[in-house]
T-cell receptor
Framework: LAKTTQPISMDSYEGQEVNITCSHN???????ITWYQQFPSQGPRFIIQ???TKVTNEVASLFIPADRKSSTLSLPRVSLSDTAVYYCLVGDRTSGTYKYIFGTGTRLKVLA | KAGVTQTPRYLIKTRGQQVTLSCSPI?????VSWYQQTPGQGLQFLFE???????NKGNFPGRFSGRQFSNSRSEMNVSTLELGDSALYLC??????????????FGPGTRLLVL
């Protein structure tokens, strides 16, 4: 069964760059890695998705090494509003069908 | 384009009752998945529907069921509610059935409290 591992929590100060790493040792060959952000009592919000190397959009960058056993979400110059829980997501097909497996999430707290 | 909508947003039930939650996916999306989120267990996959057929199922008892209509709207039903069913129930939609590159978009969730 696919499994992801993330740090439980992180603290950062406003204006700093934050890097959150997710370990996904048994990711499938053609699987993508997706990251979500979640605020309390809201649904997860899509941040970024990638397959290998580096992907960048207007809010974050995603770094995936050649072995794809981990990925790092990079948030440049965080603000207080980035305080949230961040999840990485991979798929699992061990049962014969494709399912999404969320990690336990990383609680990011941004301090003033 | 409107996002995923879920109704109701909040619900209080008592043990033994049943409940039905509704989800309307993003226009054009044909897959709807349901998740249960609790502080102790995190985000757990319940099931996925695509073209009115259940395609995938997580490890939940038969008290949890769902269906999808021809317009892709989906309902989830929980019968004989237990205290442990108190959770945030999230619905997510995607264009196609779950796959490596499919992106899921989540609704705001329904907060269910079982007393």
């Amino acid at each position: 069964l696919a499994k992801t591992t993330q740090p439980i929590s992180m603290d950062s100060y406003e204006g700093q760059e934050v890097n959150i790493t997710c370990s996904h040792n048994n990711i499938a060959t053609n699987d993508y890695i997706t990251w979500y952000q979640q605020f309390p009592s809201q649904g997860p919000r899509f941040i970024i998705q990638g397959y290998k190397t580096k992907v960048t959009n207007e809010v974050a960058s995603l770094f995936i090494p050649a072995d794809r056993k981990s990925s790092t979400l990079s948030l440049p110059r965080v603000s207080l509003s980035d305080t949230a829980v961040y999840y990485c997501l991979v798929g699992d097909r061990t049962s014969g069908t494709y399912k999404y497996i969320f990690g336990t999430g990383t609680r990011l707290k941004v301090l003033a | 384009k409107a996002g995923v909508t879920q109704t109701p947003r909040y619900l209080i039930k008592t043990r033994g009752q049943q409940v039905t939650l509704s989800c309307s996916p993003i226009s054009g999306h044909r897959s709807v998945s349901w998740y249960q989120q609790t502080p102790g267990q995190g985000l757990q996959f319940l099931f996925e529907y695509f073209s009115e057929t259940q395609r995938n199922k997580g490890n939940f008892p038969g008290r949890f069921s769902g269906r999808q209509f021809s317009n892709s709207r989906s309902e989830m039903n929980v019968s004989t509610l237990e205290l442990g069913d108190s959770a945030l129930y999230l619905c997510a939609s995607s264009l196609e059935v779950a796959g490596p590159q499919e992106t899921q978009y989540f609704g705001p969730g329904t907060r269910l409290l079982v007393l």
